[in-house]
Nanobody
């Protein structure tokens, strides 16, 4: 299973970016996907998560209605629409998946912690200039 993140770049404060994360390879069940970010010298921070089946979402407190996570099950892709970007949003953004590749089940989790995911993308840089 591989996750390929894309869509990062340089944007001015107040601008928008849309990140994508495509999942390739065989997954038996995908339970949820999420986005985390990590700025230099800081710990990895929860951004958003979505349950793959029901599309239930949750966001980090700092998002405050600016970001929207979504998924396209047919394309096996999740998205993060980021609006009203601020310089403090500058970070490497990582996509993650909680999935199984065999006939097995995984316990329910909130999706807010990095250790709840077992597959990770390579990260995409988002830089917001003031």
């Amino acid at each position: 299973v591989q996750l390929q993140a894309s869509g990062g770049g340089l944007v001015q404060a107040g601008g928008s970016l849309r990140l994508s994360c495509a999942v390739s390879g065989h997954t038996f069940i995908t339970y949820r996907m999420g986005w985390f970010r990590q700025a230099p010298g800081k710990e990895r921070e929860f951004v958003a998560t979505i349950t793959w089946s029901g599309g239930n979402t949750d966001y980090g407190e700092f998002v405050k209605g600016r970001f929207t996570i979504s998924r396209d099950k047919a394309k096996n892709t999740q998205y993060l629409q980021m609006n009203s970007l601020k310089p403090e949003d500058t970070a490497v953004y990582y996509c993650a998946a909680r999935a199984t590749t065999t006939y097995s089940t995984m316990a329910y989790v909130t999706g807010r912690s990095p250790d709840q995911y077992n597959y990770w993308g390579q990260g995409t840089q988002v830089t917001v200039s003031s």
